[in-house]
């Protein structure tokens, strides 16, 4: 089993910026994939980024390329999502999710989900 546990949320005017926190625990391994997801009110859970703890290797979704970035945190198994400019369309919970060695954009391909965090962007 893998626990995830977000932190960082809140609320920040439009063009400010936001800095999540995913810390991993239990049964992690260097080939997993660590992903950032997000579900606003009434929408389906979105792909945000995602990053390979063994390469960095990172992916974005077009909506946030740009302004946001994920990476590897200095403490073991944490992973950072630093959100700039943020927008208010960007409101939503954000989760942490991950699966084993390939980096894939559909939620239900991740077995391990945190408990989320809100970011609400006010306009």
């Known amino acids: 089993q893998v626990q995830l546990v977000e932190s960082g949320g809140g609320l920040v005017q439009a063009g400010g910026s936001l800095r999540l926190s995913c810390a991993a625990s239990?049964?992690?391994?260097?080939?997993?994939?660590m992903g950032w997801f997000r579900q606003a009110p009434g929408k389906e859970r979105e792909f945000v980024a995602a990053?390979?703890?063994?390469?960095?290797?990172?992916v974005y979704s077009d909506s946030v390329k740009g302004r946001f970035t994920i990476s590897r945190g200095n403490a073991r198994k944490t992973v950072l999502l630093q959100m700039n400019s943020l927008k208010p369309e960007d409101t939503a919970v954000y989760y942490c999710?991950?699966?084993?060695?390939?980096?894939?954009?559909?939620?239900?391909?991740?077995?391990?989900w945190g408990q989320g965090t809100q970011v609400t962007v006010s306009s």
């Open positions: 999710a991950a699966r084993p060695y390939t980096i894939l954009r559909n939620a239900s391909e991740y077995a391990y």
């Open positions: 239990g049964r992690t391994f260097s080939s997993d994939v």
């Open positions: 990053i390979t703890w063994s390469g960095g290797t990172t």
